[in-house]
């Protein structure tokens, strides 16, 4: 059990014996000063103004309740009702046995909808946030024991594919192969929209094949399986660069939902939360209404018959509902998308499409952006691929390694140069509060200080370094903890705090909080080195021991977190 969850529990009891309503709780806090304590109380002030007392004496009555035999060393009062606790030693070395257990949690069906690309085009940096917050989320959640169900929800289906499949068609008949044809989809799609501007039979062509394609005409059909195929092999490819656990099974795109979208409009006119507005079918929401007090339209079918984007939301919505028996949804899209989302939440509830036990959550994120404070274009100031930053990313990387460490062959060179690039470039993204934009920049990110992906990864080298050169092995390593250094207290409260932090990734999806404590907990372990020697022959046996055990935990727990972030460690750099 975690050593929060035991204070807090303690604390509660004692509360509940002073006859304290539930409502106040002990409000336990990590110490921001260690020289007043570990953990402090700070509910006693709450719950006297609740009950209108005088704080310090309730906060005396509450430490005079609580039993903290054999966890704390010393309690004392200050301020106005602080109840500031230092814990035993020997406590804190017990709990963090099982620092790597992972916490009990009810598990959920969790639907994580994240990277969906439009496969028109390739994959650009605007889908990099989506797919590698989204990928932590997920991986977070499965740790915790939770079924996570990834969907990606990928573009394959609109207008735009009529054009896309006549000018494969047309190149096809001039003798081309489609994956050459389509080796750079974005030269592809250039050429398809100056035939379709400047030549009207085709234009012509291209149109009339999206009213084939939509009515499961066959030639069409196979020539935009023919597109699909090539552009999703394409992001598999930067999928796997990336280390993000999308693969085909996880497809699940919009086409997919093409069958049901005739039934859904039906069923909202049914239910009257459809009506028809201007020959299309709208839907009208009077929760979203604006500042005049008008309400907010949804069209689920445009005056032509043609369906759109919500209209497949909510039929992805009601289809996790129906047969994935989902207990809650996320979405991680851009904040851009925030009205559509809020649309189709309100729409699917009052639809009855998902039960009001379900949580629907969009988790929003703000844009990636260039130096110049603009979105993040290429010099040109067009977008920036997404497979062609990733190269840039590891070529700059291998760059680093080689000024850093001239001992590594080619292979392990390629290898950490893979490693670190895409790390860094993910970490960058991660550790910045998701709801911002942020601005990027390749030198802070691949920097070996501060909170960086090169940082954490060194430190994780570090640690290997001590086993290295005390030639043990540090998985499976075992000793007795002895806490006795302030440094090592300190690194052991916060190896203890993982299972805390993860929690509230799982519930606010901010991985944010994940990098600021694998940040923090790389600095305390830095501290501790410096003030804790280990291999030196004027250590006793049992304390180098137990600072090796300190640093397998450091070391494992830096391993799992960055893991969790899809970012990969290794054992030399
Ligand atoms: N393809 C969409 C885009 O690129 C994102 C889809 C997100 N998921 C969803 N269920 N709407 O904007």
Redesign the pocket.
């Known amino acids: 059990m975690s050593l929060k969850y035991t204070l807090n529990s303690r604390f509660k009891t004692a509360m509940q014996a002073l006859n304290i309503p539930s409502e106040c709780t002990p409000l336990l806090n990590i110490s921001g000063k260690p020289q007043f304590g570990d953990y402090q109380a700070n509910g006693a002030m709450g719950a006297a103004k609740y009950l209108k007392t005088n704080p310090r004496d309730l906060a005396q009555k509450i430490l005079d309740q609580v039993d903290l035999s054999g966890i704390a060393e010393k309690t004392e009062i200050a301020g106005p009702g602080f109840i500031n606790i230092t814990l035993k030693n020997d406590y804190i070395a017990d709990c963090l046995k099982d620092c790597l257990d992972k916490p009990t949690v009810q598990s959920n069906i969790v639907v994580v ?1 994240y990277s ?3 496969l028109a085009k390739e994959m650009h940096v605007g889908h990099l946030r989506s797919t590698i917050i989204g990928d932590a989320i997920a991986r977070t959640l499965e740790y915790q024991g939770h079924q996570v169900i990834r969907q990606n ?3 394959d289906w609109g207008t735009q594919f009529g054009m896309l499949i006549a000018e494969l068609e047309l190149q096809l008949s001039q003798g081309e192969q489609a994956e050459l044809a389509l080796s750079d989809l974005e030269v592809f799609y250039q050429q398809s929209k100056k035939h379709f501007d400047a030549d009207p039979d085709f234009a012509d062509t291209a149109r009339a094949y999206v009213v084939k394609l939509q009515s499961g005409d066959a030639n069409c059909l196979k020539l935009w399986q023919q597109f699909i195929d090539v552009s999703v092999a394409h992001n598999s490819e930067i999928y796997k660069q990336l280390n993000v656990g999308l693969t085909a099974e996880h497809i699940k795109p919009e086409s997919a939902y093409n069958d049901d979208l005739q039934m859904i409009v039906e069923d909202l006119i049914q239910k009257q939360l459809a009506i028809e507005s201007d020959g299309a079918k709208v839907v009208f929401l009077n929760e979203l209404a604006d500042k005049n007090g008008d309400p907010s339209p949804m069209i689920v079918q445009k005056s032509g018959g043609g369906f759109l ?1 919500a209209t497949t ?1 909510l039929a ?1 919505l009601k289809y996790r509902a129906d047969t994935l028996n989902v207990d809650r949804v996320l ?1 991680f ?2 904040a851009r ?1 925030s009205l559509h989302m809020k649309q189709v939440f309100a729409t699917s509830r009052k639809a009855n499409y998902v039960s009001d036990s379900v949580s629907l959550e969009h988790h929003a994120f703000g844009t990636m952006m260039g130096s110049d404070g603009k979105p993040f274009k290429t010099r040109t100031g067009g977008t920036v691929k997404l497979a062609d930053l990733l190269v840039e990313a590891v070529e700059r990387a291998e760059k680093l390694v080689r000024e850093k460490n001239s001992d590594l062959n080619e292979e392990e060179i390629t290898t950490i140069a893979r490693k670190v690039g895409i790390g860094a470039v993910k970490y960058a993204d991660l550790s910045k509060t998701r709801t911002n934009d942020y601005i990027f920049d390749w030198n802070s990110m691949l920097s070996f200080e501060g909170n960086t992906a090169p940082y954490l990864q060194y430190a994780y080298t570090r640690i290997y370094s001590i086993f290295r050169k005390a030639d043990i092995q540090l998985e499976d390593f075992s000793a007795k903890l002895i806490i006795a250094q302030t440094q090592e207290k300190q690194l052991a409260l916060k190896l203890l705090q993982f299972n805390e932090v993860i929690n509230q990734v799982a519930i606010d999806c901010y991985p944010h909080s994940l990098c600021n404590y694998l940040y923090e907990l790389s600095s305390l372990f830095m501290t501790f080195y410096e003030h804790c020697p280990i291999l030196k022959s004027d250590i006793a046996p049992e304390i180098e021991q137990s600072r090796l055990q300190l640093c397998a935990y450091s070391a494992s727990i830096l391993d799992k977190g960055l893991d969790l972030l899809g970012i990969e460690t290794m054992e030399k750099m």
């Open positions: 909808d969906a690309p439009n929800h990928m573009g984007y939301d992805a979405y899209i851009d998308q």
